[in-house]
T-cell receptor, first 110, second 115 residues
Framework: EDQVTQSPEALRLQEGESSSLNCSYT??????LFWYRQDPGKGPEFLFT???AGEEKEKERLKATLTKKESFLHITAPKPEDSATYLCAVQARSARQLTFGSGTQLTVLP | EPEVTQTPSHQVTQMGQEVILRCVPISNHLYFYWYRQILGQKVEFLVSFYNNEISEKSEIFDDQFSVERPDGSNFTLKIRSTKLEDSAMYFC?????????????FGEGSRLTVL
């Protein structure tokens, strides 16, 4: 069974204070690992896809990296508008469905 | 920017009643999904739909659930006889191509409350 574990559950940062979110996964043959952002009461919004260990993707203040067992979402100099829940999900080669983690609720204080 | 739209945004129903949740996926997308999120829990996969048939479904998607694309634009999720534990946010999602099946576009969700 595919599993995704995210840590920490919640993270409070001061504006400009860089940090990382962790996503550990087990999957029977990884097709892709995905990061989504979810604002309260909204649907998840796609951020990144990572396909193989060593791959990195960047978007504004966010950078996602992938190893064979985990992924990190690095947030550099965050702003209050980065406050959201960040979800990690995996897709196995044999499936179309995504398996999501519980998310990390990020709060960036001004 | 094209988006996935869902109706209703919130529905309250009595246990045992039938509910239909509606979605209009992005127009050139080919793959459609329903996920749900019980309050405070993970987003969970329910079903995927392609070429007018179910391509994958989870254990949650039992005989009480059904999906349909009745008219080429709408994509519906029907729950025949709702239970208290069906209370959740239901998200419709779509994607364009087979190669990017994890890059989903989600709607804003339909909150279902079963009393």
């Amino acid at each position: 069974e595919d599993q995704v574990t995210q840590s920490p559950e919640a993270l409070r940062l001061q504006e400009g204070e860089s940090s990382s979110l962790n996503c550990s996964y087990t999957v029977s043959g990884l097709r892709g690992l995905f990061w989504y952002r979810q604002d309260p009461g909204k649907g998840p919004e796609f951020l990144f896809t990572l396909y193989s260990a060593g791959e990195e993707k960047e978007k504004e203040r966010l950078k996602a990296t992938l190893t064979k067992k985990e992924s990190f979402l690095h947030i550099t100099a965050p702003k209050p508008e980065d406050s959201a829940t960040y979800l990690c999900a995996v897709q196995a080669r044999s499936a179309r469905q995504l398996t999501f983690g519980s998310g990390t609720q990020l709060t960036v204080l001004p | 920017e094209p988006e996935v739209t869902q109706t209703p945004s919130h529905q309250v129903t009595q246990m045992g009643q039938e509910v239909i949740l509606r979605c209009v996926p992005i127009s050139n997308h080919l793959y459609f999904y329903w996920y749900r999120q019980i309050l405070g829990q993970k987003v969970e996969f329910l079903v995927s739909f392609y070429n007018n048939e179910i391509s994958e479904k989870s254990e949650i998607f039992d005989d009480q659930f059904s999906v349909e694309r009745p008219d080429g634009s709408n994509f519906t999720l029907k729950i025949r006889s709702t239970k208290l534990e069906d209370s959740a946010m239901y998200f419709c999602a779509s994607t364009q191509t087979l190669g990017n099946t994890g890059e989903l576009f989600f709607g804003e969700g339909s909150r279902l409350t079963v009393l």
